[in-house]
């Protein structure tokens, strides 16, 4: 079953949503050639903590850390280190969470360092776009999966590929809640969308259709070519209004505003 928010408990997670898109913005702002994925981590942890929050991931399952720093051919779950420094033409992932208040939020970029290639900025660009096909699709009466063709199909259409082993999900009082939410598939099934319904859409794009793999440190997963993967991820709810991207905050969010 699809846990459905009070319009409160959906203020109280536009209000942290809010705060996390600032606290990745502020991360995205000092992406530079030189930079560990560390500093990253110890940042976002001092200002999710600084703004009364709490890290959603770290603990999680046993994940060591407060964000997912994935590079280049890491598809998610890359595990922040000191030893491990940014490069120009990298492209670099950042997936975060938080909970205040009870309610967690989730979003997720892809940023490039430095000059990148000209494939590279393709791919960003698909990317980005993709999730807001996904988020086009989530209005009162849809079926779950019509958010997921809209993704996939764009993707392909674009002749990139979508990951289908690791999928968006529903988010609220934890951090992963039924329903789960592929970014492929036909449309018009699954669950009738409704006021109350708040998922995190995460669309992650790659260049080769070969299924990923994880590596010896059992967390990050990376493309079986060693080709280029990006990830994008908001959350919205559906409200009686429409769809609104809480991580996004104040009117930026209505859906259409990209």
Known sequence: ???????????????????????????????AAGQTTAYFDRLAEDMIRGCGGEPAFKGYRGYPATINASINDEVVHGIPSPNRRLHDGDLFSIDI??????????????????????????LLDVGKRSLWQ???????GNRLSDISHAIGSFVVGEGF?????YVGH??????????QIPNYGP???????KAGMVFAIEPMVKTDSHPTKVRADH??????????SVHF???????ENGAVVLTLGGDEGRSGNQ
Not at 12 to 23: R, S, T
């Open 1 to 31: 079953m699809i846990p459905l928010k009070s319009p409160n408990e959906i203020g109280v997670m536009h209000e942290n949503g809010a705060a996390l898109a600032g606290i990745l913005g502020a991360l995205c702002g000092e992406v």
């Open 97 to 122: 969470g938080m909970v205040r208040d009870g309610l967690y939020v989730d979003m997720a970029t892809t940023v490039p360092v430095g000059s990148v290639s000209e494939d590279a900025r393709r």
């Open 134 to 140: 996904g988020i086009s699709q989530v209005t009162i």
């Open 161 to 165: 590929h979508v990951v289908k082993e």
């Open 170 to 179: 529903g988010v609220g009082r934890a951090l992963h809640e039924d329903p």
């Open 187 to 193: 449309p018009g099934s699954g669950a009738r969308l």
């Open 219 to 228: 967390w990050t997963v990376v493309t079986e070519s060693g080709g280029l």
């Open 233 to 239: 991820e908001h959350t919205v709810a559906l409200t």
